[in-house]
């Protein structure tokens, strides 16, 4: 039996549509449409995530250091929601709401108060998945937010892997932010996009992730000659992550709000370039919806 048969499981249908979460992270753990899962089966040999979501920070931090009012704490990347127990708030047969608290475990690597809520929703082919984050306290919330959802490569069975293709919605940047060995930005690197368009093959990632900063599409279609498509479109997301570990069998379609720090950033978290703010008793919502085209 494996670790994951302890987790809680929360599936919601209809007839377009399965999918199944997490407690542990408030992960998707499943996508399906047809009988075919869509999504990455985590496979730990790989990488053992499906859908993580990155809370308080997006990326890394140099050398994982967060400094606040002077006093540094430690926070490793892509923050602690991921690997921590959301509580289930409501479950209906076509949408689940989970919520993630701060308590004496998170002030210790990261000192604000939050209430950060995710709403999955099916409505016909698409998925859309809500986040809400409440300030509680009294000081501002400074966070970065993101999602990290892993989509099979290929789609299907028996589909090359470079008949794959993302098609943004409008034209891109010429010029990426860079990321160096350590993760954190550093230059940057020539947009491999053509005329909207992006032929997807391993090399492209040999330098971890592309970075679009911002993006200005607000939503893209991952499709496959001769076979499936899917459309992931964002909505309060200004960045865009994609990325896989070359060869293996997935690729990531990120909308983030915030950012990896540059490598030449030693400031106070709230001066760190991604970095949002919440005000006391205010909220920030944003969302992406995924939508099966084939």
Known sequence: MGPEAALERYTIANDHLKAVLLDQGAELRQLSAGGRDYLWDGDPAVWGRHA??????????????????????????????RDLPWTLVRLTGHSCTLRLKDDAGTRARYPFAFSLSLTARLDGPALRVQYDLLNPGEETLLASLGAHPAFRW??????PREDHWLTFEKPENDLLPALDDRGLLDGTRPSPLADRRLDLKDGLFSRDALIFEPV????????????????????????????????????????WRGYASPASFDGEFRDKPGV???????????????????
Do not use: M
């Open 52 to 81: 993580p979501n990155l809370f308080p920070i997006v990326g890394g931090l140099k050398e994982d250091r967060l400094v606040h009012q002077g006093k540094a704490y430690t926070l490793p990347k892509h923050g602690f929601a």
């Open 154 to 159: 290929p789609l299907g069975p028996g589909i």
């Open 216 to 255: 200005r599409s607000r939503s893209v279609r991952y499709a496959a000659k001769d076979g499936p498509a899917l459309e992931v479109a964002w909505d309060g997301f200004p960045q865009l992550g994609v990325w896989t570990r070359p060869g293996a069998g997935f690729l990531c379609l990120e909308p």
């Open 276 to 294: 949002f703010q919440v005000s006391p008793g205010a909220c920030v919502t944003a969302s992406y919806t995924v939508r099966i085209l084939a």
